[in-house]
């Protein structure tokens, strides 16, 4: 069983930056894909970005068009945590945002909720225009 708990989430104005972490207990993260997606309300759930295991893969990283270019995914494997860093925020990025971990050998990098295994409990972002 891997735990995640997201933290770094709050209220920011347009143009500005925040950074999630995401720290896990449990397991290690080496061997996860691990990934963020968010949900606005009255939205489904969308993948953000995700980054590879570094045991059985490459550690790559995967962005959704919408964050390309002002969101970076990375992950400290000693300390158990991903972060995501996000620079240039606008108002419709406003959203509950969840990691999620998937230990499953894949050649693609999985971007549906449906194949993630573990989630946290989501923290808030508010961008204010």
């Known amino acids: 069983q891997v735990q995640l708990v997201e933290s770094g989430g709050g209220l920011v104005q347009a143009g500005g930056s925040l950074r999630l972490s995401c720290a896990a207990s449990?397991?290690?993260?080496?061997?996860?894909?691990m990934a963020w997606f968010r949900q606005a309300p009255g939205k489904e759930r969308e993948f953000v970005a995700a980054i590879r295991a570094i045991t059985w893969s490459d550690g790559s990283t995967m962005y959704a068009n919408s964050v390309l270019g002002r969101f970076t995914i990375s992950r400290d494997n000693a300390k158990s945590t991903v972060y995501l860093q996000m620079s240039s925020l606008k108002p419709e990025d406003t959203a509950v945002y969840y990691c999620a971990a998937d230990a499953t050998y894949t050649q693609v990098t999985p971007t549906t909720s449906e194949e993630y295994d573990y989630w946290g409990q989501g923290t808030q972002v508010t961008v204010s225009s």
């Open positions: 449990g397991r290690t993260l080496s061997g996860y894909t």
